[in-house]
Each structure stands twice: as C-alpha cells, then as structure tokens.
C-alpha cells in the first residue's frame, strides 16, 4: 500500500509520516518504509489518503453520550 500519509502510534507517541509504503502479509503490517515504487501482489494506492490504525472499541463509547445523565436522579442499582 502507498500512504500519503501515514499517522503512526508507536510506544504511545504519535507522529506524521509522508509517502510511505506499508507492506501487509495476511493482517500483519510487515514493512513501513518510504514509498520508492514497490511492487505488490495487491496493492492499493492511497498517496492522496491518510492511513492511519483503526479505532478499534470505538463503537461501544458511541451509544453512552446519547443516554448521558438519562437516569442521574435514580440510584445506582436501578
């Protein structure tokens, strides 16, 4: 894959890179390194995208903001 932009978060630190190639092999990120042309089996060209991890877990906070503060005057328990 070629990434435009390719937002990594690597020991916690999050940093911008630009024009990378990402080599994947099955679900396993295997090479990130500067894109220079390589070739793939399957490739997807996103040089005009930011790539960046998923936001895994995300869904289940979503539902929570909307019943925000719905049954503060009941105890705990009910």
Known sequence: MRAGLLLTMK??????????FVGVTGSVITAIEPWSGQKA???IDAGEKLVMPGLINGHTHLPMSLFR??????PFEE
């Open 11 to 20: 020991d916690g630190q999050t940093a911008i890179e630009r024009d990378r």
């Open 41 to 43: 089996k399957t490739f």
């Open 69 to 74: 503060g719905l049954a503060d005057d009941l």
